[in-house]
């Protein structure tokens, strides 16, 4: 808890005109000066989504945070003519704090009753200004975004998720299939697209793992139940049996 109030209060920043809500990175001298916004971040949609379901009364925040994060990954994917999302992105003109915004949204009656950075930005337009700058354009099959999106669908069941990763399988399927395998791309706003000799050992382990688990209407696995790790491997939620309880005093 210590650790994601942290990541509220000093990691999401909201981007001044779409309203994009995103996490930069830090390091030991301070906040990413250029507002860096990685394609592996996208995970922590779902780490928030997970705590808002499982935490015991939880800070509505996380269920916020989770839904502007993974709306953010989507945008950038849906930014592209490819329909695929960069590596790496970057804001130059660093936004305001989210926290601080949402507080200034609570201060004054909560406008709209949807809170900044939740669902606003729509994707750009030619001519529009994106507000952020591509500095890695590859994609590399990477599935953080979709596992947000899977997270999401069974912890919502909001069916928008399940569209937009139909949509992402959909821009896979068509920009990095090769005869008998899928290719990392070199460039999102390239169409045809230039491909990688690359195809990483996670896109079968994770990213399709959770487009199928996106798409089917059966919950192979209840996230109550069972936990992902970091190469989404399930393992099954330890419980104290009633005897260990006793036996170890444990409350």
């Known amino acids: 808890m210590k ?21 930069t990175d830090a390091s030991r001298s301070g906040l990413s000066p250029t507002g860096t916004f990685q394609h ?17 009364k939880p800070d509505p925040r996380h269920a916020w945070a989770a ?4 709306h953010t990954c989507w945008i950038t994917y849906a930014d592209t003519p490819t329909g695929l999302g960069p590596e790496m992105i970057s804001f130059p003109h ?9 507080s200034k949204w609570e201060r004054e009656g909560r406008m709209g009753g949807v809170p900044p950075g939740v669902n606003q930005a729509t994707p750009y337009g030619d001519g529009e200004n994106r ?9 590399l099959l990477r599935p953080e975004t979709i596992e947000s999106f899977y997270i999401l669908w069974r912890t919502t069941g909001d069916s928008k998720w399940r569209d937009r990763g139909w949509a992402i399988f959909d ?4 920009h990095t299939k090769v005869g008998s395998a899928y290719a990392s791309i070199k460039n999102v706003n390239q169409i045809p697209t230039p491909k990688d000799d ?7 382990a994770e990213t399709l793992k959770y487009a199928y688990l996106l798409f089917t209407d059966e919950d192979l696995v209840p996230l109550d139940k069972w936990t992902f790790n970091t190469e989404a491997h399930p393992f099954p939620v330890f419980k104290w049996s ?6 170890l005093n444990i409350q």
Not at 198 to 204: A, H, L, Q, R, Y
């Open 3 to 23: 650790s994601a109030d942290a990541i509220i209060s000093e990691l999401l920043y909201l981007s001044p005109d779409r309203q994009l809500l995103y996490v």
């Open 131 to 139: 507000e952020y700058n591509v500095n890695d354009a590859r994609y």
């Open 67 to 70: 839904e502007g994060l993974a």
């Open 94 to 102: 660093h936004g305001t704090k989210w926290v601080d915004e949402v």
């Open 171 to 174: 821009s896979i399927e068509r």
């Open 40 to 56: 592996l971040s996208c995970f922590i949609a779902g780490v928030f989504a997970l705590g808002a379901v499982t935490v015991p």
């Open 242 to 247: 009633k005897w260990e309880k006793q036996h």
């Open 198 to 204: 690359t195809m990483p050992s996670f896109f079968f």
